[in-house]
Nanobody, 126 residues
Framework: QVQLVESGGGLVQAGGSLKLSCAAS????????MTWFRQAPGKEREFVVG?????????RYADSVKGRFTISRDNAKNMVYLQMNSLKPEDTALYFC??????????????????WGRGTQVTVSS
């Protein structure tokens, strides 16, 4: 049974930082692409950043977070992380971890992902 469990969300002031974690189990983690999406109230779920399961661990970022967010993974621990710096009120959303068996590609469409966590809330106050 595949499980993705996010943690690390919270309330932070604009300009602050948070680090999200996603613990994965039940899948061959090092061959999966892992991605973070987010969804704000009344909006569609949007791609934030992804990292491939290949040795190169290629990454892809949404323009809105480039230079502020950093994704990383620890294959030994089946963990993926999202370091978020210089947070803005518009980053407020429920953040989801997702996995794809296509470990060499990073899709930006939610429907391409096989498994999802339940999300962790990030709220950035102005």
């Amino acid at each position: 049974q595949v499980q993705l469990v996010e943690s690390g969300g919270g309330l932070v002031q604009a300009g602050g930082s948070l680090k999200l974690s996603c613990a994965a189990s039940g899948l061959t983690f090092n061959s999966c692409t892992m991605t973070w999406f987010r969804q704000a109230p009344g909006k569609e779920r949007e791609f934030v950043v992804g990292i491939t399961g290949t040795r190169s661990a290629s990454t892809r970022y949404a323009d809105s977070v480039k230079g502020r967010f950093t994704i990383s993974r620890d294959n030994a621990k089946n963990m993926v992380y999202l370091q978020m710096n210089s947070l803005k009120p518009e980053d407020t959303a429920l953040y989801f971890c997702a996995s794809s068996f296509s470990g060499s590609r990073i899709f930006t469409t939610a429907s391409e992902y096989d498994y999802w966590g339940r999300g962790t809330q990030v709220t950035v106050s102005s």
